[in-house]
Nanobody, 119 residues
């Protein structure tokens, strides 16, 4: 069982910045990939960014150049630095961990943290 705890959400004006944190209950170096998703009211949950155990990152087109995903293995924490925030970034942000289990993978989710960007 892996527990993920997100923090860092809040209310920010458009153009501002926030940094989200996702603390894992196990060593993240053993996690295949960690991802940030977001879900706006009435919309599906969308992938925002991913970082693999090897440090490879990828981003949704809508956040490229504005968001940065990173990891601190010593703290078992993954971060999402969000700059130049827009009103359309308003959503609940969820941390996800993909963990190898036997011959397959299991996905764990955090409880989510609300990000609200006022225009």
């Amino acid at each position: 069982q892996v527990q993920l705890v997100e923090s860092g959400g809040g209310l920010v004006q458009a153009g501002g910045s926030l940094r989200l944190s996702c603390a894992a209950s196990i060593r993240i170096i053993s996690i295949t990939a960690m991802r940030w998703y977001r879900q706006a009211p009435g919309k599906q949950r969308d992938l925002v960014a991913v970082i693999t155990s090897g440090g490879i990152t990828n981003y949704a087109d809508s956040v490229k150049g504005r968001f940065t995903i990173s990891r601190d293995d010593a703290k078992n924490t993954v971060y999402l630095q969000m700059n130049s925030l827009k009103s359309e970034d308003t959503a609940v942000y969820y941390c996800n961990a993909e963990v190898k289990s036997g011959i397959g993978y299991y996905n764990y989710w955090g409880q989510g943290t609300q990000v609200t960007v006022s225009s």
